[in-house]
């Protein structure tokens, strides 16, 4: 079975610019999570949605980070307009949340940089 | 919000070792995970544990859900090279509704030759 999808798997872009990552899901999972990673502030949760409806964005760092979750196997992160300090390797991860279950299954996630 | 504290930063042993890394959190868990990661990758999940006191293992490695909820452990026993990487902690507060996992910041396994 195929695991969590993201593209691309590296980008570089410049000041200003605007960003979006992609993320496919593990089929049959109904959240989705968005991760940030740095070497400073480790694995950082930025948003996650349950059956496409986002529940908790109080990770996003600001107003400049948005994302959609348009239907059950894709999702979208957007950095508009990117700065430096959000470099980072941004990693999408896949649940099936049921009862305690909260084992989830990660992509192999973007390495963003911008300069 | 919770903290989860993971230790040590960093273990530097030879081939066949025992490796032994733990965590510990500020609140109760309902939930731990341990993953793996290696370079250029995401997290691997190696083992979910759900009960206190549970203990799982899976090949080499064992982890334990502590007796307080608010600890657990990852043993490797015999390290071979490709155990080479960073291992996480992550758990599930239980008094959060949320779905989202704290990670701990990493042990990393370094093998030396």
């Known amino acids: 079975d195929a695991g969590v999808i993201q593209s691309p798997r590296h980008e570089v872009t410049e000041m200003g610019q605007e960003v979006t990552l992609r993320c496919k899901p593990i089929?049959?999972?109904?959240?989705l999570f968005w991760y940030r990673q740095t070497m400073m502030r480790g694995l950082e949760l930025l948003i996650y949605?349950?059956?496409?409806?986002?529940?908790?964005d109080s990770g996003m760092p600001e107003d400049r980070f948005s994302a959609k979750m348009p239907n059950a196997s894709f999702s979208t992160l957007k950095i508009q307009p990117s700065e430096p300090r959000d470099s980072a390797v941004y990693f999408c991860?896949?649940?099936?949340?049921?009862?305690?279950?909260?084992?989830?299954?990660f992509g192999p996630g973007t390495r963003l940089t911008v300069t | 919000g919770q903290q989860l504290n993971q230790s040590p930063q960093s273990m530097f042993i030879q081939e066949g070792e025992d490796v032994s890394m733990n965590c510990t959190s500020s609140?109760?868990?309902?939930?731990w995970l341990w993953y793996k990661q290696d370079p250029g990758e995401g997290p691997v999940l190696l083992i979910a544990?759900?009960?206190?006191?549970e203990l799982t293992s899976n090949g080499r490695l064992t982890a334990q859900f502590g007796i307080t909820r608010k600890d657990s452990f990852l043993n490797i026993s015999a390290s071979i090279p490709s155990d080479v990487g960073i291992y996480f902690c992550?758990?599930?507060?239980?008094?959060?509704?949320?779905?989202?996992?704290?990670f701990g910041k990493g042990t990393h396994l370094i093998i030396q030759p």
């Open positions: 991860a896949s649940s099936f949340s049921w009862g305690l279950n909260y084992e989830q299954y």
């Open positions: 089929s049959g999972h109904n959240s």
């Open positions: 949605f349950n059956n496409n409806v986002p529940i908790d």
């Open positions: 609140s109760i868990f309902n939930t």
């Open positions: 544990l759900y009960k206190a006191g």
């Open positions: 992550a758990g599930h507060d239980s008094g959060g509704g949320a779905d989202g996992l704290t």
